[in-house]
């Protein structure tokens, strides 16, 4: 089972949890059980947020997948310049 | 994911001469006003008298009674921005939020906000013909003040900002459009754990990027719907994409070029001339060009937020840091734009801490949209958290840098918002700055010293390259990145090291829209990272099209053919160690130059090219140390800085001249942000200090040669090691200017910029014992 940490803003969506394990291994599939053991959330909350999967900040991880082990972070996304 | 990380170069690493050094010292280079075409006319913006007004109606006729006048425009010219969400690379931007700043819509909510523009036949008759325009306001009260606007009562910017981020969802506006809050461990248990806790807050005033080239563009459009755009900017892609949403106007009707570009540092990326010189064009069927004066800089275009920021920081009494908690107010000038989440999540990135609290909001005033300064909402906060550890050293009677490095996080560390750290170079940065000479080096009475560190994430994102060989041998790389800070050389030499060929004889260009595939832009210290590392895809699949042509010719199968030195060999000869084509030739190897392949592309499969894209998802974070020498004048007040040195971990410096440049240009500019600069408002809402001489940055003479000292941890995510290395040094700067400012002085100044005559009433007060 994967690690989740949920950001700040999801957290208003999940009673104040801030970390859960799922059986997603896709991103995809990751969504879909957020959406699922949270009602309150929707895809488009879940889409303002950057994915760090195992230390690695991805923007738009639409297509990524991750391990059972691995540790997934939902973090605000930063602009820079 | 970590990849083998390449270690040992022949070109990367080496400082060649800079491909564009010639056209610029010798004035040949053009920039985003140094385009002219035949027919063009000037167009000229009409800007807001007032900093908070209702726009009744605005009357063009007497402006258009004037001979030459071609064309005028407002945002009725724009289609309304609804709710709609353009992609802007990292984040989202919600087009009202922008849109407005290029042309306002029914209300004004800054001074010198574009309301109208016109265009005419010469840039004088464009000014005339401003004059003339009658705009009607009715006169709103303004808010400068963050405080002031953060309060329930205070008159609203927007009547459909409600504050995100808060349970339950407001009922009702506000002018504080974001709250974020973080929080790890237990806060109390960490201050309850602590032998000492030290509390301040410190003000950073809203300044400018002082980029010297001021916004400019010329804009041709013709009677096939085709709009070209010329133009200063950190991204031609960026600006197709904006000018094409807040025009209304279809994407594939765009082209834009980037010019030459005189600094941006995050101030140009966003378009403000763009969308307005495509309208009056249309409107006229004429090129209009548009050149913003350094008032209208100052004014109009977005500076970095102010931010007071309160810190309070818990250690034991063996140097401990057991709790670490921020509470940011963020002044964003008059349209949301976010800041404060990069403040908010990483301002104590450096420090291994279990129980941290970070707080942030954002706060609307009625002054210009805030954008990026480098690392954008950072060196805000980072001022308070560093110059409170240096307090907490001091009173430790702890060295600071060992103070740092005893809490300094490492690989396997884990972020107060979850994610660990990988590879990272903070302890290396550390151990490099206090063995530096200048670390140890006797100061004087009168004289103080200031040491900070700073964290960026860093970003990657979407970039594409094309190499085309020609007949000779040479290579041409394209991409289209506007070079801000040397990325043409970075291209070349990680081009040469792929393709083994000398960095002399490739060619790099950043070309048009039309001509490479999408990059986003020059920001996020994305660029040699990212499009290098299409640079670097694009290389190899040349080498693989080379090998393939070299077997043809031999009638070998590829995996007979290596590529080495620059020339494909073929693997039956006696070996490819010490390789060079003398030898070669001796033992009677068969071997392929770059050149021989090109002149033979033709009976082999036609052109030699190849492209490359990808979405860069293996961007590192990167630190930075400054050490900083201050004396003050105490009768002047007047602060020299002495002597200054930076140490960066750049991951792989690929030109090192490059690094060290974005280096002392940062610290640069942090000097002048804890020293001088200032946005200075009058009571009516106006800037009193729209040029550089009210608006003091530091020149040349004001400051001791910046040395510098790159480390290089490699990102164990990029083939070459490669960090970006644009932004973080915008961090470090002021905490350490502000500790050796007050060391020199025996003053506490938490407020900046430490002016002189604000420095000189601290330290008459301090000698007054009233301080």
Not at chain 2, 606 to 624: I, K, R
Not at chain 2, 665 to 672: F, L, P, S, T
Request: charged fraction near 20%; charge should be negative.
């Amino acid at each position: 089972m994967a690690r989740v940490i949920l950001s700040a803003d999801m957290q208003r969506y999940t009673d104040g949890i801030r970390e859960i394990t799922v059986s997603a291994g896709k991103y995809r599939d990751l969504v879909t059980e957020l959406l699922q053991r949270f009602p309150g959330m929707n895809e488009a909350i879940v889409a303002k947020h950057a994915l760090a999967i195992d230390g690695i900040i991805i923007q738009t991880p639409l297509l990524e997948t991750f391990g059972e082990d691995s540790e997934l972070v939902f973090v605000a996304r930063i602009a820079g310049g | 994911m970590n990849m083998n990380v390449k270690t040992e170069f022949k070109y990367v690493g080496t400082r060649p001469i800079r491909p564009d050094g010639p056209d610029k010292v010798t004035g040949r280079a053009r920039y985003g006003a140094d385009l002219n075409v035949q027919g063009m006319i000037y167009g000229h913006i009409v800007r807001s008298p007032h900093a908070h007004a209702k726009i009744k109606s605005i009357d063009f006729s007497a402006a258009c009674k004037l001979p030459g006048v071609l064309a005028t425009m407002s945002a009725d010219d724009l289609p309304e921005p609804g709710d709609r969400k353009i992609p802007g690379g990292e984040v989202e931007m919600a087009l009202k939020t922008f849109s407005p700043v290029v042309m306002a819509r029914k209300k004004v909510l800054y001074h010198g906000q574009a309301v109208a523009a016109v265009a005419a036949t010469s840039p004088e008759l464009a000014a005339e013909a401003a004059r003339l325009v009658k705009v009607e306001y009715e006169v709103l009260p303004h808010i400068m003040d963050m405080h002031a606007a953060a309060r329930a009562d205070a008159p609203l910017l927007h009547d459909d900002v409600y504050t995100q981020g808060v349970d339950p969802a407001p009922t009702t506006p506000s002018n504080i459009p974001t709250q974020i809050e973080i929080s790890t461990g237990d806060i109390s248990k960490g201050f309850a754990e602590a032998d000492l806790v030290v509390e301040r807050t410190y003000f950073v005033p809203m300044c400018h990027q002082g980029y010297i080239e001021p916004h400019a563009c010329v804009v041709q459009t013709d009677e096939n719907g085709k709009v070209d755009i010329w133009c200063s900017t950190q991204g031609a892609f960026m600006v197709r994409t904006l000018t094409a949403a807040v025009t209304g106007i279809d994407i594939g009707r765009f082209k834009v070029t980037a010019s030459e570009i005189g600094g941006g540092f995050g101030g140009k990326t966003t378009v403000y001339l763009e969308p307005v010189a495509v309208v009056l064009s249309l409107k006229s069927g004429r090129p209009v060009k548009m050149v913003m004066s350094r008032d209208d800089v100052f004014r109009a275009t977005g500076p970095a937020a102010a931010a007071e920021t309160r810190v309070k920081i818990g250690v034991t009494r063996d140097g401990r840091i057991t709790a670490i908690e921020t509470d940011i107010l963020m002044d964003c000038g008059a349209y949301t734009s976010h800041p404060i989440m990069a403040g908010v999540l990483f301002n104590s990135a450096c420090y291994r801490c279990e129980n941290v609290r970070s707080f942030g909001r954002e706060v609307l005033t009625n002054k210009p949209r805030v954008y990026a300064y480098r690392a954008p909402g950072i060196p805000q906060p980072v001022v308070a958290v560093e110059c409170v550890v240096n307090e907490i050293a001091e009173r430790l009677n702890m060295d600071p840098i060992d103070f740092r490095l005893l809490n300094a996080v490492d690989e396997g560390d884990v972020m107060a918002i979850g994610i660990p750290f990988q590879a990272i170079g903070l302890k290396q940065v550390l151990q490099e700055a206090k063995a530096h000479p200048h670390y140890t080096a006797e100061l004087k009475a009168g004289q103080g010293r200031g040491v900070a560190v700073a964290f960026w994430i860093n970003a990657g994102m979407q970039s594409s390259a094309t190499i085309n060989v020609s007949e000779d041998g040479s290579v041409n790389i394209l991409t289209g990145n506007p070079d801000i800070g040397g990325s043409r050389a970075s291209m070349a030499l990680m081009a040469a090291e792929v393709l083994g060929i000398p960095v002399e004889t490739i060619r790099p260009s950043v070309v048009d829209t039309d001509s490479v595939g999408f990059c986003d832009v020059t920001g996020g210290s994305r660029t040699t990272l990212a499009t290098g590392g299409a640079v670097i895809k694009a290389a190899e699949t040349l080498v693989k099209e080379l090998r393939k042509r070299a077997a043809a010719i031999w009638s070998l199968d590829i995996e007979e053919v290596d590529w080495t030195g620059g020339m494909a060999v073929a693997k039956s000869g006696t070996g490819l160690e010490n390789m060079n084509r003398e030898d070669a030739a001796t033992r009677g190897d068969k071997t392929l130059t770059l050149a021989d392949l090109a002149a033979r592309a033709g009976a082999t499969g036609g052109p030699l090219c190849a492209v490359a894209s990808h979405n860069a998802h293996n961007a590192a974070p990167s630190f930075a140390l400054n050490i900083c020498d201050a004396q003050v004048d105490r009768e002047t007040g007047k602060v020299d800085i002495l002597r200054y040195t930076c140490v960066q971990d750049a991951g792989k410096a690929i030109h090192p001249a490059y690094v060290e440049g974005q280096m002392q240009g940062g610290a640069v500019q942090g000097i002048g942000w804890a020293l001088n600069e200032e946005y200075i408002f009058n009571e009516q809402g106006r800037l009193d200090n729209p040029g550089f001489l009210d608006y003091r940055i530091p020149v040349a003479s004001d400051l001791p040669m910046i040395d510098t000292v790159i480390v290089e941890v490699p990102n164990p995510l990029h083939p070459y090691g490669v960090r970006g290395v644009g932004e973080v040094p915008i961090a470090p700067p002021m905490p350490a200017v502000v500790t050796a400012v007050n060391r020199a002085a025996g003053t506490r100044l938490c407020h900046l910029p430490l002016s002189p005559p604000k420095l000189l009433a601290a330290i008459e007060a301090a000698e007054a014992g009233t301080a």
